[in-house]
């Protein structure tokens, strides 16, 4: 393949062990398995991390990076017990000090708590969205124009909910919280400040140890 012959690193993410296996056939060199706790475009059949990570890890032979959820020291250590190699974060990197999406968004994912996600047809399909009063309209669009969305199948968008996208997107531009379309995963109720990417990466480290050092000597000494 091209991505072979000129020596690059292919990266490819997957939301299924079914997935992971073809992904694998193509010749990919890492998987990233993104569980249903992610922000933005998510699989259209709902699998989630803790399930998802380990299956992949079992039906696969390369390194596997995992996604949704992921935020923390934590859910850092987490991963790496569940067979993951390393983790991809969204969410957590967009509510730092140098990132630069809009402060209404950086603000929305400090406010918001882990139930406060909605998922409705996007964009890319399945989309998951920092709820607000926007999101709920899509979601009710959603309900309303493509109930067969919710079966978990791919479905086409409607005139209507691509409006509504649209607009979402210049209320986001112009600061108005409420209306503004913004995507997050539910991680977002373990984020709380807006560190540098150098603080939130050595507190994830030095968290990550401290608790796989912990989980050691409770049960493995």
Known sequence: SVVKRHSFIWIHVVSSVYHARKAEQSGVDIIVASGHE???HVSWEPVHSVVLLPAVVRAVGCPMVAAGGFCDGVSLAAALCLG??????VTRFIA???SDFEDVWKGAIIEREERQTLTGRGIFGTMRFLRNRRAEKIVEQTL???PEFYLGHPVPSSERILSLE????DCLLDGDSDNALMFGGECVGRISHLPTVNELI???IEEAQQVLRRTYESYCM
Request: hydrophobic content about 35%; glycine content about 14%; charged content about 35%.
């Open 84 to 89: 993951a190699v390393g983790v991809q974060m």
């Open 202 to 204: 050595e507190r994830m």
């Open 166 to 169: 649209r607009e979402g997107f």
């Open 144 to 146: 309303k124009d493509i």
């Open 96 to 98: 730092t000090q140098e």
């Open 38 to 40: 992610d922000g933005a």
